[in-house]
């Protein structure tokens, strides 16, 4: 009687291929933690070497994208160290315009995800790593305590946080929003119209 | 924990969710620069995707000589681009110097070798520059003297190339990072296996193997150094790599 052979391990891919399955992940991860859109391309350059001098660690068994935002995340974290990458916000995207969704459509989901991200900049990057890897990448918390090496509490601590500290923040992104558009609603002095000219106070 | 847990408006999961394409050129320049350091991404970026993963299968196959067979291959394409890209630069300005070139090499040289495996620290090699490798007045002139892109000579392009690659596994070591530090090297091994900045390349990748725990490896490294080059100013330094070695 033959011995049945016993599944090979999954191969662990080489970097060519990862680089072009996930490239466009990496890139939208590093610009989710808050990395600005001309910063992007060096640091997914700098995630790209970090992950090809430990692509023989990778465990084949696991889903590759958590891995790959371990990886993001720390490039991103220290590109945030430095002072003068500190405070920068997320810049105005560039990006392709889908024919099949309607000019207003596009408009009103433009202004969303820009309030969104604008509230996502104001988290705490530790904070928006879980919220990211947990609400967009739909990672489960124990796998981003493991790949975050964090306890799984924290982990489910800095969610909680995450969450409400997102809510409050674009709460006061949309009020922000409102008051910038009632005030360019509003007429500027001199202009001859409106309560904010002095038409015939003489 | 459910119930402390805010859950998160549909519109903006939604808006978080919104992924966009990375800009295509920012792909290409990324892979074009990982190439230039990864030569499994040089031929992969020949035939992305599945096709490139079946032949760098076929030389995973072979085991480890395949990987060498398949590193040679890449620096092959690489030198042969490289020869390519030069061919059709335009002829090099000629420059009469008045001096000879080894002074603009020495502090080129000085910079970069004498015991520099002592990452940390200004460079204590005296001004030795008889024993290093000589480049020639072309590359001295082209050191010392920036021209336009365009009237670079190709030797000064490669010495150029040579420098930076070892500039960023330099920097790479003193990061932490011999692994990265590691594929550099190796990177320039492929593309100048005898190039100017050769007996460096070979001393660094010692301290590199030494830091990365590859003790036996950098043992036997150092031992091909010295039967290779028994006269070079790099030897003091492998040595004591070697010796202070776990």
New interface residues.
């Given amino acids: 009687m033959g011995v049945s052979p016993s599944p090979s391990p999954p191969r662990v891919p080489e970097i060519g291929a990862v680089f072009d399955e996930h490239f466009d992940y990496v890139w939208n991860t590093l610009r989710r933690l808050g990395v600005r859109e001309s910063d992007i391309e060096d640091l997914s350059h700098e995630v790209f070497l970090k992950v090809h001098a430990r692509l023989d660690q990778f465990d084949a068994t696991r889903p590759m994208r958590p891995w790959l935002f371990g990886f993001a995340y720390r490039v991103a974290a220290d590109h945030r160290r430095l002072a003068r990458h500190r405070f920068e916000v997320l810049g105005a995207p560039v990006e392709a315009v889908d024919p099949m969704v309607a000019p207003d459509e596009r408009l009103e989901a433009d202004e969303e995800r820009a309030l969104v991200e604008a509230a996502l900049e104001e988290l705490d990057l530790d904070r928006r790593a879980v919220l990211v890897l947990h609400d967009v990448d739909e990672v489960p918390i124990p796998a981003i305590a493991h790949e975050l090496g964090i306890p799984v509490n924290t982990a489910y601590s800095r969610l909680r946080l995450a969450r409400h500290e997102l809510a409050a923040a674009l709460k006061r992104q949309r009020k922000n929003r409102y008051a910038r558009e009632s005030a360019s609603a509003w007429p500027k002095p001199g202009t001859g119209h409106g309560p904010g000219t002095r038409r015939g106070a003489l | ?1 459910s119930d ?6 549909r ?3 939604a ?9 295509s050129d ?2 290409s ?3 074009g ?2 190439a230039a ?2 030569p ?2 040089a ?3 020949a035939s ?3 096709g ?2 079946g032949f ?2 076929r030389f995973g196959g072979w085991g480890p000589h395949g990987m060498a067979v398949a590193t040679f291959i890449a620096g092959g394409v690489t030198g042969a681009t490289l020869l390519a890209t030069l061919s059709h630069a335009p002829p090099p300005r000629i420059v009469y110097v008045d001096r000879p070139a080894p002074q603009a090499v020495v502090s080129e040289a000085s910079t970069f070798s004498g015991p520099p495996l002592e990452l940390a620290g200004p460079t204590r090699i005296p001004v030795a520059v008889p024993a290093a490798p000589q480049p020639t007045a072309a590359v001295a002139t082209a050191l010392s003297a920036p021209a336009s892109p365009a009237a670079t000579p190709p030797h000064a392009s490669r010495f150029a190339e040579e420098r930076r690659l070892l500039d960023d596994a330099r920097a790479e070591l003193l990061q932490g ?1 011999p ?2 530090a590691i ?1 550099r090297l190796d990177a320039h091994r492929a593309r100048f296996a005898d190039g100017m900045l050769a007996e460096e390349r070979d001393a660094m990748e010692v301290e590199a193997l030494v830091r990365a725990g590859r003790v036996d490896e950098a043992r036997a490294e150092a031992a091909a150094f010295k039967e290779r080059s028994p006269r070079s100013l790099f030897l003091q330094t492998v040595e004591a790599t070697i010796a202070s070695a776990p």
Avoid: N
Avoid at chain 2, 4 to 9: F, G, V, Y
Avoid at chain 2, 15 to 23: I, Q, T, V, Y
């Fill in positions: 924990m402390s847990m805010p859950p998160l408006d519109r903006v999961l808006s978080l969710r919104s992924d966009r394409p990375a800009p920012a792909r320049r990324v892979r620069r990982l350091v990864i499994a991404m031929l992969s970026g992305a995707g599945a490139s993963s760098w299968r990072e692994a990265l594929a």
